[in-house]
């Protein structure tokens, strides 16, 4: 099961860090991905960490604004959200899968696992 958290109404320009926390103790074995969704639009990939915390990626849209990590040891996740843009409002969900990730790995479907999501709201 994973649980989102963090997610709050944010200036533009601001910054907010979200978490994806899991009871599974395998957890170290999943790679992981964030995922958002805006109203009236479909879930799209925003980053990806593999397993072992080693390759990452991102969306073009949040590239150096956004940073994916995990603590194995902790089984959880994180997105640190930077700079932050009135688009990028949005729920946000952490999805996981036992498989690795690449590049490629950014439909929704490929995820087997998902949270309740977490809302994240950027003013103007």
């Known amino acids: 099961q994973l649980v989102e958290s963090g997610g709050r109404l944010v200036q533009a320009g601001g910054s907010l860090r979200l978490s994806c926390s899991a009871s599974e103790r395998s957890f170290r074995r999943y790679s992981l991905g964030w995922f958002r969704q805006a109203p009236g639009k479909e879930r799209e990939f925003v980053a990806s960490?593999?397993?072992?915390?080693?390759?990452?990626y991102y969306a073009d849209s949040v590239k150096g604004r956004f940073t994916i990590s995990r603590d194995n040891s902790l089984n959880t996740a994180s997105l640190q959200m930077t700079s932050l843009k009135p688009e990028d409002t949005a729920v946000y969900y952490c999805?996981?899968?036992?498989?690795?990730?690449?590049?490629?790995?950014?439909?929704?479907?490929?995820?087997?696992?998902w949270g309740q999501g977490t809302q994240v709201t950027v003013s103007s």
């Open positions: 999805g996981a899968r036992r498989l690795e990730v690449v590049r490629t790995t950014i439909r929704p479907r490929e995820y087997y696992y």
């Open positions: 960490i593999n397993f072992d915390g080693v390759n990452t």
